[in-house]
């Protein structure tokens, strides 16, 4: 078996892709076609191994292991095995099952052929001269009839050998969905190396604009120090200089805050996503639903520590504010940064709608410094990040 035959060779290298694949039915009857070629070879342990894996994956046995109706040669490959392995009882229960389940005339001449073999190895020549005679008798009749039953007689002889077409064929399907398969990978392959190419485009834009922004505050500083030196020297002359800077100051005062705008927007949008990917805030959607129950001091707790943990900013902000705020107020404005609406933040702190709105305004001045809206509050206390 060092160098098999070329028929041997494709058999196995087609079962094993078969196997590898999942076609583990096409697979056995590629092993079942090499069992005869290693018994007859004297490769008993690789005939043996091929038995079990086409006893196992072909389908045609049943619970107690009897075959498939029209595939009852197998029987007489088997006893093959037993007969030249020299057991010869299990040779004899083989032949003799192929014989009791196969009923056509190429079962007959088999069964009767390896039960001839069998009593020759046994040296019973009254046994030997039965089946011998059995056998030239069946093989007389076959060959009279060979013309009409010949295509019955291949099919039952080789049933497991001829699956080989639909194995070939299912070989190609597996190659072409194997190029298929590499095509897909390729393209994949090609999409990944875009999106590296896009998002080094992106980040290095930003990197651009941030230096940019980081001019643009220096330049803001140097214009500001320069106004107030000519504004200290109170040269009437010098008030068109100054109306130009000014108006500099106010181009460039712009495009800070634009700038910081959609720093801040993609920030809070990724810290956003962060947090409602925590298990507080799941808590607190789902009080917002079930409003017979309210959240505990240790869920105020935790939502707090969220709270520092993402928002660094947001308890230094409220805390630094022109007055000092309480810790209803303090859960306000986080309910308010997560986007709750009036009426569940109301619930939410045990107060009224009416009283949520008011509490808003009022925090707006003891924060900011500022009069104005509730929406205005909201506004600002969704930029904190």
Not at 362 to 367: A, D, E, P, Q, V
Request: proline residues 1%; hydrophobic residues 35%; aromatic residues 12%.
């Amino acid at each position: 078996m060092n160098q098999p035959d070329s028929a041997i060779a494709v058999r196995l290298a087609a079962a094993e892709a078969y196997m590898h694949l999942g076609y583990t039915d096409y697979a056995a009857m590629y092993y079942g076609a090499l069992v005869s070629s290693m018994t007859d070879s004297k490769h008993f342990d690789l005939s043996r191994k091929y038995q079990i894996l086409y006893e196992t994956y072909s389908g045609l046995f049943d619970e107690h292991g009897d075959i498939k109706e029209g595939s009852e040669i197998y029987y007489y490959v088997k006893g093959q095995y037993y007969l030249q392995t020299g057991q010869l009882d299990s040779a004899e229960y083989f032949f003799r099952q192929e014989k009791a389940t196969g009923n056509d005339l190429n079962n007959q001449l088999s069964a009767s052929k390896g039960l001839m073999q069998l009593y020759k190895k046994r040296y019973n020549p009254d046994s030997l001269a039965r089946y011998a005679e059995i056998y030239c008798t069946l093989n007389d009749s076959l060959m009279k009839g060979f013309e009409t039953d010949h295509l019955q007689r291949q099919q039952q002889l080789y049933n497991y050998e001829r699956s080989q077409t639909v194995a070939t064929q299912k070989s190609k399907e597996a190659a072409e969905a194997k190029s298929i398969i590499w095509l897909c990978l390729i393209v994949i392959i090609i999409l990944l190396f875009a999106i590296y190419v896009y998002v080094s485009h992106v980040r290095k834009r930003r990197e651009k604009e941030y230096r940019q922004y980081q001019h643009n505050l220096e330049l803001l500083e140097q214009y500001k120090t320069d106004v107030e030196n000519l504004e200290a020297e109170k040269n009437s002359q010098l008030k068109q200089v100054i109306a130009e800077a000014k108006k500099t100051i106010a181009n460039l005062t712009e495009k800070i805050r634009q700038y910081e705008a959609k720093t801040t927007n993609v920030k809070n949008k990724q810290i956003d996503a962060k947090l409602k990917d925590t298990a507080i805030y799941r808590r607190f959607k789902y009080l917002e639903t079930h409003t017979i129950e309210s959240p505990q001091s240790e869920d105020w707790e935790s939502l707090e520590n969220v709270f520092d943990s993402l928002f660094p900013s947001f308890r230094e902000t409220l805390e630094s504010g022109h007055s000092s705020i309480n810790s209803k107020e303090f859960r306000l404005c986080m309910l308010i940064r997560l986007h709750f609406p009036s009426g569940v933040i109301a619930n939410l702190i045990n107060t009224t709608k009416s009283n949520v709105s008011m509490m808003r305004s009022r925090l707006l001045y003891k924060i900011y410094g500022i009069e104005g809206t509730a929406r205005e509050f909201d506004e600002r206390i969704r930029t904190i990040s």
